[in-house]
T-cell receptor, first 112, second 116 residues
């Protein structure tokens, strides 16, 4: 089955700096890679996703890049703000299934 | 669009009782719904996948008779934790997909279950 690794587990940045979270996956058939933001006591919220036929996708301060050859994808947050503080999860779905495999999560803290 | 609700948001029950959690897709038809469990500071663990009108598919290690899942309509799935024990205390989250085998999953706000 699919295995998704996520690094780092914790990340602290100053307000205005950029944050990068990286994930690797094992199943070359995976074709959908979403990123979720989870605030304390709440369900995950989809913030951006990318499909295997695209190398990069951007939405305002958030971008995701995908390297299919190396089987890794990354989340980039620019101009971080205190409200970006949360736990971020990457995930992958193999091509033949609908089940998400989640990474272990990254706790991002944006300090003033 | 694509809003998923859960009820209740929090529940406290005594050991040995059963608890039902509802998951509803408010503005779309969900052919597939998923139930996850999340322990503190951990990732989401998939418990089961349910398709409308058919039996749920449980992940390895998840007891079917303890976690009863019903997906009777395209907008409602329920998870019943039977004979709950303190070790069942957790954060339960559902998600829903709009298309059968579709990729995007929209998550509910979660239900915090505490078993005394």
């Amino acid at each position: 089955g699919e295995n998704v690794e996520q690094h780092p587990s914790t990340l602290s940045v100053q307000e205005g700096d950029s944050a990068v979270i990286k994930c690797t996956y094992s199943d070359s058939a995976s074709n959908y890679f979403p990123w979720y933001k989870q605030e304390l006591g709440k369900g995950p919220q989809l913030i951006i996703d990318i499909r295997s036929n695209v190398g990069e996708k951007k939405d305002q301060r958030i971008a995701v890049t995908l390297n299919k050859t190396a089987k890794h994808f990354s989340l980039h947050i620019t101009e971080t703000q205190p409200e970006d503080s949360a736990v971020y999860f990457c995930a992958a779905i193999p091509g033949t299934a609908s089940k998400l495999t989640f990474g272990t999560g990254t706790r991002l803290q944006v300090t003033l | 669009g694509a809003v998923v609700s859960q009820h209740p948001s929090r529940v406290i029950c005594k050991s040995g009782t059963s608890v039902k959690i509802e998951c509803r897709s408010l503005d779309f038809q969900a052919t597939t719904m998923f139930w996850y469990r999340q322990f503190p500071k951990q990732s989401l663990m998939l418990m089961a996948t349910s398709n409308e009108g058919s039996k749920a598919t449980y992940e390895q290690g998840v007891e079917k008779d303890k976690f009863l899942i019903n997906h009777a309509s395209l907008t409602l799935s329920t998870l019943t934790v039977t004979s709950a024990h303190p070790e069942d205390s957790s954060f339960y989250i559902c998600s829903a997909s709009q298309l059968a085998g579709g990729n995007e999953q929209f998550f509910g706000p979660g239900t915090r279950l505490t078993v005394l």
